[in-house]
């Protein structure tokens, strides 16, 4: 069986409304041209093999508004949150303040604040794994008093709606800080959110109230908790930038 025609790559540059516009091109065994913009804003580009560069750099001009929107999306993104690691050193957050982890020796596993350390003492030497189980366990133990004293500042404002007062319940989510059942009135918040700021704590809080008028995430939804909370999204940023 014959091997797909493929090129060594060309690196070309084109002027477009007083900027450069950069682009990979790889002619290839195929029928039409394919252009790619990849997250980090570089442009790739396949072409039929027995095309001229000078063609395909005309059909870029073509494409450059499509190309620089694609490019300005990308960077527009917010960066990734940074990964926590659970070893002697590294930054953990509590109510959105970092605190160095220290590991100590004790007769039995405990986490404390220490001035502006977060201390885990254990009678032997702990892997990440068991420092990680042994902090989640920790958050869980701050959550109930967190997040009622949160629904104390949230739920004056849903005063108006006459409203039963919501049951809070702390449990572990993997891809959901939050959430809620408004046929009983219970909201779910995870005990991660004992790392964030109480601004974002109420943040998510009020997120989970307001589905106790608006079940889903329609303009009707997104209108209440602007009108409850007009900065939300300055919460909501925060929260995503804290170390997953």
């Known amino acids: 069986m014959p091997r797909p ?46 095309t001229s560069p000078e063609w395909v750099a005309q059909q870029v001009l073509k494409k450059a508004d499509w190309i620089l929107k694609h490019q300005q999306t990308f960077a527009n993104r917010p960066a990734p949150a940074p990964t926590r690691r659970f070893e002697a050193g590294s930054p953990h957050y509590y109510q959105g303040k ?7 020796e004790a007769a039995r596993p405990t986490v404390a604040l220490v001035d502006d350390g977060l201390v885990v003492s254990a009678p032997q030497p702990l892997s990440a794994t068991q420092t990680e189980a ?34 809070l319940s702390v449990r572990q989510m993997r891809t959901r800080w939050g959430s809620c059942t408004p046929r009983s009135a219970r909201i779910r918040l995870s005990p991660e959110l004992v790392r964030a700021s109480p601004g974002c ?25 602007t009108r409850l909370l007009p900065d939300w999204q300055r919460w909501k940023a925060e929260l995503n930038a804290l170390p997953k």
């Open 134 to 167: 042994l902090l989640h366990a920790w958050y869980a133990q701050q959550a109930g008093p967190l997040f009622a004293a949160s629904l104390a500042r949230v739920w004056p404002r849903f005063a108006e709606f006459n409203l039963t007062r919501p049951t």
């Open 5 to 50: 025609f493929s090129a060594a790559p060309r690196h070309e540059t084109l002027a477009y409304q007083n900027q450069s516009l950069h682009y990979t091109l790889v002619f290839r065994s195929r029928r039409s041209l394919g252009f790619a913009v990849r997250p980090d804003g570089s442009v790739h580009i396949s072409a039929p093999a027995g």
């Open 98 to 104: 970092p605190y160095q982890l220290s590991l100590a």
């Open 201 to 225: 704590l109420d943040y998510v809080l009020l997120h989970e109230c307001c589905h106790l008028l608006v079940g889903d995430h329609s303009l009707a939804f997104y209108d209440l908790q």
